[in-house]
Nanobody, 126 residues
Framework: QPQLVESGGGLVQPGGSLRLSCVVSGLELDYFAIGWFRQAPGKGREGTSCISGSGVTYYLDSVKGRFTISRDDAKRTVYLQMNNLIPEDTAVYYC????????????????????WGQGTQVTVSS
C-alpha cells in the first residue's frame, strides 16, 4: 500500500527557513515523480515544485530561487528546502506521487497525482 508521510513544518518568522521531508513507501520510486503542493487558508491547492525520478525539477514562479526540491532514494525521502519565507507561504504542505518515468510529466504542478500524504502545517508570521 503506497504511503507518503510529510514532516518538518512549523512556525517561522518572515525570512526564515524550513526543510520539509516526505518519506515514501509501498511504490517504486524510479517510476514516480514527486511533487510538493500547498493549500493556504481560504485558497485552493497549489503546486509548488516537482522532481522526476532522474532528478529533473520544476518550480512555481513565486517560489523559484527560494525553494529547492531534492530526492534521496536511499532514504526513500523527498525534501523541500524553503528559504526566505514570506507570510504568503503559509499553508498546509502536501507531498504527492504521480506515476511517470523519465523527464517531467506534461503538467508537473497539476497531475494526475495518485498518492498523497496527510500534510504538514507551515506558518510564516511575525
Amino acid at each position: 500500500q503506497p504511503q507518503l508521510v510529510e514532516s518538518g513544518g512549523g512556525l517561522v518568522q518572515p525570512g526564515g527557513s524550513l526543510r520539509l521531508s516526505c518519506v515514501v513507501s509501498g511504490l517504486e520510486l524510479d517510476y514516480f515523480a514527486i511533487g510538493w503542493f500547498r493549500q493556504a487558508p481560504g485558497k485552493g491547492r497549489e503546486g509548488t515544485s516537482c522532481i522526476s525520478g532522474s532528478g529533473v525539477t520544476y518550480y512555481l514562479d513565486s517560489v523559484k530561487g527560494r525553494f529547492t526540491i531534492s530526492r534521496d532514494d536511499a532514504k526513500r525521502t523527498v525534501y523541500l528546502q524553503m528559504n526566505n519565507l514570506i507570510p504568503e507561504d503559509t499553508a498546509v504542505y502536501y507531498c504527492a506521487a504521480t506515476r511517470w518515468r523519465g523527464s517531467l510529466p506534461p503538467a508537473p504542478l497539476h497531475g494526475p497525482y495518485q498518492y498523497w500524504g496527510q500534510g504538514t502545517q507551515v506558518t510564516v508570521s511575525s
